[in-house]
């Protein structure tokens, strides 16, 4: 036995690329716990090569066209479709509105991994430091999920667990991300990398409503195990955006979030880089 | 063509073409038919004594073929140092030391089969950090170190963990600080680093049945390979032949023995089949050699003046578990601890010490990149201490070429090279007297700073290399070289100076990709940037041979004295009446008269280098003579410092080395492009991380950073000089390793000349940058977010 995992070769598996969500469904129902869904592959065969998963089917939904839609949902919102890439949500203007969403897929790797990568993938993947989790969380977005007996829909704050854990049964598929009409939403994204493109810590904030009935959500990415809300600072701006609350809710920021220390930074920069990114990020949206 | 054509201008690298088209082969590409597949299994402990090793449950996976451990080959194997196993024998000496290789049909079935070697170990107290591994009571990790090999210029330390002592003393430092006005006193660390080549550690190997072996590796030396082998394992050289194809990247990483006598060892013990080992980027990481951590400290005296009057430092290097190499890394960085300079009382001591973690091997730069990290930041906070200009005090201290002495009682000869011209175009190249540009953002300061360096290939003084020309029936020109070609093109620069020796075009020249102990011409090791000069030296005199030999038989065709031809534009002509001439091609293969008689026959010109000029170094004192060159150089930064957040960002690089002669200045460019990017690479971000265990938390490229596109500075600057050297080839001398070395403390001089926060460790990474203004200088922070945060200087957000 070495350290860790001894292997560069994939494990044994068969491939399968359902046309249909039906298809998909009863490919889950025969395979179980064997079954992966794979969207990119970006995270997945990476995975599979360090055998953190062995599944002994991989189902490829790239093809499935009910995965593939982004709609409009009216008194809903916006359906993403869980097959479509972040490259291809990036065009075309089809997250306007959701700024905080845009702003952080713009910044997840780099151009090659985007076209193949999808956002239900970089969710369900759920490892701290990715990018799209904190995003919907500030938007209020949710996971649509189906599965044999029927479809559900859960908030992303709850999908999400813990590290690589997710509120997603065998047998069960995301089929896509449905975020909220944004109307008057003002929201935003920043994180901080040093060398490559993984977060050291990020920042999402939305901004909902006006005068008393104002929303705020500020939700940190890669500083902790799962993306974290942090309370007091929202309440520090819930009144408005003015220096003197942005100072606050920064230093509320940084003194509440709790920060983990790990290979890639300190607890301790961890907690110095939410401040500037909490600063960074409230003074851009009070300019706007 | 004439005498002139070639040398000095931009010719593309040779191997463009295939690399660029995907059809030049890499080891990795050698599939024989019949090949297997090996796998390490590696201990998961630091430091242990092999209790059992149970290998049934792996033997029982299908496909495997043999389950190897330390007792089917208990070599001890080396260069320097001699310390290596090929597979743990009794112990295990850091998490990752290679305990067992599965020889299989398929590497699946090397890899399941590797998971259930179940290695059983009692665990042995460790040590990581290499000061308290010289403490008295510290765990031993080579008991047995008076029992091995070493190469004579080392002083390992038996009964302790010092694998080599070594130690200069020039003047008397203590009447040197008598001197001094100021003292500037300071500990400097530095982290591991990887090579971070492309092409992990691959080997292919075939025993034979006649005692012979065949060896494809990505190595940097293969005549070190052959030696190592042949040496450590009792076998005559001509029956082992090392071939290497392409390499994917060295940068030292592959300069000495890697995994070839394993997986030779490995061929045989299965049955003479061919034994393919590829390394995983994680296992190039935590078995593989990567470059050792330093500790120095350091204490210097300085006269008002600025005269550098005592230098005293120690270098304790953290050479992991192997030091084979390292120990001549130590060496390195003990002789070079002067740099450019000229320091009347020095005193260095330079130790290898082994700690239960990764070996450590050669790296581009080579202990000199780790003495200068230390060295001109010393320089750095003295001019400030004594309210000097930063290249003042450089001008007062360095090495006057035809005058002075190096640390190692060397005298600097005439030809040596041009420091102060090195300085001045390195101060012009960044504007040094202009205005500093203002900062993009209040809480950022811009600031320029620089360094200078020097450095020489440091090998042994019978250091060889040869070189043949081989005519074609065509008059093209097959050069037989054994340097290698992992990028450098100096293959294609040595092909320059010898087109221009026949006067023919450079695409009559080839050298053949692949180096094969067997076919190529003789050369120690392609390391040290030696290879364009003495390789270069060697084919020039092949050129000379081959000139001689032609020039016998044109005389005497031509019933002229030899003296009055000369070999140009690719005849034999006669000199001031060029009328008179034969073409080279009439003349290669032997000159055919009209009724068919013959004389003469194919030309073969041969060329060898040794310096006799180097000697080994005094054991107590250090002095002698290292080296065959010195190459001065200095790197200028212009950079962004982000008080905020520690990131520095660098807008602008120059790069100024006294080559001797430009043989090819587009591949000078590249060598001093690609040396700043690797060498900020490793300033801003690299480092090995490791755990309270010795194991390697980052073995791959999404926590271990490397420098990428989007921080390669926009503005690049890279200038030459060339004072010409005497016994170099055309004049040249080495570049390869140089320009990186002064990069990190440029970048670490320009923050501290700037903001005077002293960042004393390597990397300067966002965080590291971060940790040392908020404990040196919290105002400056405190400052900088206060600027931050302040909403009038809000950038526009996206709409
Ligand atoms: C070099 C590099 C840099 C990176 N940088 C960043 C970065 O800066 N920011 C960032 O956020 N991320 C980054 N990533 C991570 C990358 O963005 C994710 O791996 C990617 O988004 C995953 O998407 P995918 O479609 O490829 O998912 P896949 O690999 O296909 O799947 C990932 C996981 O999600 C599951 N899954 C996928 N789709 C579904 C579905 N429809 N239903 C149920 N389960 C599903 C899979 O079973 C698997 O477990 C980086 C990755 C690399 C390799």
């Known amino acids: 036995m070495s350290f860790g995992s001894p292997y560069v070769t994939l494990p044994d598996f068969a491939y399968h690329r359902p046309k249909s969500l039906d298809e998909a469904l009863a490919l889950l129902k025969e395979h179980g716990e064997e079954a992966k869904v794979m969207g990119g592959g970006v995270g997945l065969i990476a995975f599979m090569k360090e055998r953190l998963m062995s599944p002994a089917h991989v189902i490829d939904v790239k093809e499935v066209p009910e995965l593939r839609q982004v709609r409009h949902v009216p008194g809903k919102g916006l359906s993403i479709g869980a097959a479509v890439s972040i490259k291809e949500l990036l065009e075309g203007g089809t997250l306007r509105g959701y700024a905080v969403l845009e702003e952080a897929l713009a910044r997840v790797a780099d151009p090659m991994i985007r076209s193949r990568a999808t956002l239900a993938g970089n969710l369900c993947e759920a490892i701290p430091w990715v990018d799209s989790p904190p995003a919907l969380i500030a938007l209020g977005a949710s996971v649509e999920i189906a599965g044999t007996g029927g479809t559900r829909e859960v908030p992303v704050s709850g999908f999400i667990r813990g590290p690589v854990d997710i509120d997603l049964n065998p047998g069960e598929i995301v089929t896509g991300i449905m975020l909220p009409d944004p109307k008057g939403t003002l929201s935003a994204f920043e994180k901080f990398t040093a060398g490559s493109e993984f977060s050291l810590a990020s920042v999402a904030v939305a901004l909902a409503g006006g005068g008393r009935k104002r929303s705020v959500a500020m939700v940190y990415g890669a500083v902790s195990s799962t993306p974290v809300r942090c309370a007091e600072a929202e309440q520090a701006v819930a009144d408005g955006l003015t220096p003197a609350n942005v100072r606050r809710a920064a230093d509320m920021a940084s003194e509440k979030v709790e920060c983990v220390d790990d290979v890639l930074a300190s607890a301790a920069y961890r907690r110095h880089l939410v401040k500037v990114i909490t600063t960074r990020v409230l003074r851009r949206m009070m300019s706007a | 063509m004439t005498a002139d054509a070639f040398v000095g201008k931009a010719v593309p690298p040779e191997d463009t073409v295939r690399k660029v088209t995907g059809t030049a082969l890499y080891t990795y590409d050698w599939e024989v038919p019949g090949t297997l597949y090996a796998k390490l299994v590696t201990s998961t402990v630091p430091h242990a004594k092999i ?9 029982a996976v299908p496909g495997v073929v043999a389950v190897l451990t330390g007792k089917d080959m208990p070599f001890r194997v080396g260069m320097y140092a001699g310390d290596r196993d090929l597979l743990a024998v009794e112990k295990v000496r850091w998490a990752g030391h290679p305990v067992a290789l599965v020889v299989a049909e398929t590497l699946e079935a090397g890899e399941r089969a590797s998971e259930l070697v179940d290695v059983e170990y009692e665990t042995l107290p460790a040590v990581f950090d290499p000061v308290k591994a010289m403490e008295a009571d510290a765990p031993l990790l080579h008991e047995r170190m008076e029992e091995y090999k070493h190469a004579p210029v080392f002083y390992p330390v038996p009964g302790t963990n010092i694998a080599n002592r070594f130690r200069l003393v020039h003047g008397d430092v203590e009447k040197g600080f008598g001197q001094a006005d100021e003292l500037v006193e300071e500990e400097f660390r530095i982290s591991h680093v990887s090579h971070a080549y492309l092409e992990t550690q691959n080997v292919v190997a075939q025993a034979y049945r006649d005692g012979t072996y065949e060896i494809w590796t990505s190595a940097q030396s293969p005549f070190v390979v052959r030696q190592i082998i042949s040496e450590s394992l009792n076998i005559p050289y001509n029956k082992i032949t090392i071939r290497v194809p392409f390499v994917g990247g060295g940068f030292g990483g592959k300069a000495g023995l890697q995994w070839e006598a394993l997986a030779a060892m490995a061929s045989k013990a299965v049955g003479y089949r061919p034994v393919k080992l590829v390394l995983s980027r994680k296992e190039n990481f935590s078995s593989g050699a990567s470059r050792e951590g330093v500790v120095a400290n350091v204490k210097a005296g300085f006269t008002k003046d600025g005269k550098c009057v005592a230098y005293k430092v120690r270098f304790v290097l953290d050479a992991g578990a192997y030091a084979d190499y390292t ?12 740099g450019v300079y000229e320091v009347p009382n020095v005193q260095c001591e330079s130790l290898a010490v082994y700690t239960n973690k ?59 090279g041009d420091p102060r011209k090195v300085l001045q175009t390195v101060l012009e190249g960044i504007d040094w007297d202009g205005k500093v540009e203002r900062p993009s953002e209040p809480w950022k300061v811009r600031a320029r700073g620089f360094a200078l360096c020097v450095k020489g290939p440091s090998q042994p003084p019978n250091a060889s290399s040869s070189a043949i020309l081989k005519f074609n029936e065509d008059s093209t020109i097959d050069l037989v070289l054994g340097t290698g070609n992992f990028g450098q093109g100096t293959a294609t620069a040595i092909s320059q100076m010898v087109a221009d020796q026949f006067g023919v075009a450079v695409e009559k020249v080839r050298v053949d990709p692949v180096r094969d102990t067997g076919k190529s011409a003789y050369t120690w090791q ?30 005497q065709v031509m019933r002229l004295p030899k003296s009055e031809l000369e070999v140009a534009e690719g005849a034999v002509k006669a000199k001031g009446r060029p009328w008179l001439s034969i073409p080279l091609r009439e003349l290669v293969f032997g000159y055919v008269y009209p009724n068919g008689n013959t004389v003469g026959g194919p030309v073969i010109g041969r060329g060898q280098y040794t310096s006799s000029l180097n000697t080994y170094l005094d054991p107590q004192t250090g002095q002698g003579v290292p080296t065959i060159f010195h190459t001065f150089g200095g790197t200028a930064v212009d950079i962004e410092l982000d008080l905020v957040t520690g990131a520095i960002e660098v807008k602008k690089a120059v790069q100024v080395f006294d080559v001797g002669k430009a043989i090819n200045p587009l591949l000078l460019k590249m060598q001093l492009d690609g040396g700043f990017i690797m060498g900020m690479s490793i300033a801003l971000f690299e480092k090995i991380k490791f755990d309270e265990q010795g194991w390697v938390m980052n073995p791959n490229f999404t926590s271990y950073y490397l420098a990428r596109m989007k921080d390669v500075p926009k503005d690049f600057v890279a200038r030459y000089v060339e004072t010409p050297q005497f016994d170099g080839p055309l004049g040249a001398r080495g570049i390869g390793e140089l320009s990186m070395i002064s990069v990190a403390s440029a970048i670490s001089n320009a923050v501290f000349r700037s903001t005077g926060v002293k960042l004393n460790n390597l990397p300067m990474s966002p965080e590291e940058v971060w940790a040392a203004i908020s404990s040196q200088k919290p105002e400056l922070l405190a400052k900088a977010m206060e600027s931050y945060g302040r909403v009038e200087t809000a950038v526009k957000a996206r709409q």
């Open chain 2, 526 to 555: 392609t390391v040290g940037s030696r290879g364009l000069f003495t390789d270069g030296v060697a084919t020039l005199r092949a050129c000379e041979d081959a000139k001689g030999q032609i020039l016998d038989l044109a005389s």
């Open chain 2, 358 to 416: 990764v070996p450590t091997t050669a790296m581009r730069g080579f202990g000199y990149s780790e003495s200068n990290w230390v060295l001109e930041q010393v320089f750095e906070r003295a001019a400030k201490k004594l309210g000097m200009d930063s290249a003042k005090i450089r001008r007062v201290n360095l090495l006057r070429p035809g005058e002075s002495h190096t640390a190692t009682g060397e005298k600097v000869r005439e030809d040596v």
């Open chain 2, 327 to 338: 120990v001549n890394v130590s060496r390195a960085m003990g002789y070079s601890a002067e």
């Open chain 2, 51 to 59: 209790v059992r090793i149970s290998l049934e449950s792996a033997k």
